[in-house]
């Protein structure tokens, strides 16, 4: 079945401590992109990748890293955690870097405490 | 300014029609798209237009694009409990990767 995989999907931490929330996708797309979702603001993005060791911020990358060392998995990386993290976060996918449907993940909670 | 904005939220009848709003500020935008997010789950995409397009209709949904006021709706027609969700459009821009904007999402409730 074609999808995007994220783990974990609820995930409770505390300030500072490192966490990585893993993104794959089986459907061979070569663009990736990561969104968190806030209530009244809707989605912003907050890295993208057009393909492999591609990577560019989106609106709101302050906090985060990333990185696509392989075209199916794009990791999303808090190296110190802080509550204003707290969101809920969308892993995505879409074939080619400029067309075509965008594919989501079940999206992974996370609460920084 | 990038801002995409919808009301917050929308509650009718089943089998009225549902009208959900969206405005948008560039007007280099390329395609309109409107997603539909469940309780718990991602966004699936529901339909989409092309700047150069008035009206698209599938089947219960109706997109409508008024490009002159960047104003773009979506219409349910006999809209059931099972469209009961939250309702993005996003609007996508050239360059950066065409990257899609979101809009803040409409929480479409319906009621028996």
């Known amino acids: 079945e074609a999808q995007v995989t994220q783990n974990p999907r609820y995930l409770i931490t505390v300030t500072g401590k490192k966490l990585t929330v893993t993104c794959s996708q089986n459907?061979?797309?070569?663009?990736m992109s990561w969104y968190r979702q806030d209530p009244g603001l809707g989605l912003r993005q907050i890295y993208y990748?057009?393909?492999?060791?591609?990577?560019d911020k989106g609106d709101v990358p302050e906090g985060y890293k990333v990185s696509r060392k392989e075209k199916r998995n794009f990791p999303l990386i808090l190296e110190s955690p802080s509550p204003n993290q707290t969101s809920l976060y969308f892993c995505?996918?879409?074939?080619?870097?400029?067309?075509?449907?965008?594919?989501f993940g079940e999206g992974s909670r996370l609460t920084v405490l | 300014g990038e801002d995409v904005e919808q009301s917050l939220f929308l509650s009718v009848r089943e089998g009225d029609s549902s009208v959900i709003n969206c405005t948008y500020t560039?007007?280099?935008?390329?395609?309109l798209y409107w997603y539909k997010q469940e309780p718990g789950a991602g966004l699936q995409l529901l339909t989409y237009?092309?700047?150069?397009?008035d009206m698209k209709q599938d089947q219960r949904l109706t997109v409508l694009l008024n490009k002159k006021d960047k104003h773009l709706s979506l219409r349910i027609a006999d809209t059931q409990t099972g469209d009961s969700a939250i309702y993005f459009c996003?609007?996508?821009?050239?360059?950066?990767?065409?990257?899609?904007?979101f809009g803040t999402g409409t929480q479409l409730k319906v009621e028996l």
């Open positions: 560039d007007s280099s935008s390329t395609y």
């Open positions: 996003a609007e996508s821009r050239a360059g950066g990767g065409n990257k899609l904007t």
């Open positions: 995505a996918s879409r074939p080619g870097r400029n067309t075509g449907e965008l594919f």
């Open positions: 459907m061979n797309h070569e663009y």
């Open positions: 990748s057009m393909n492999v060791e591609v990577t």
């Open positions: 237009i092309f700047s150069n397009m």
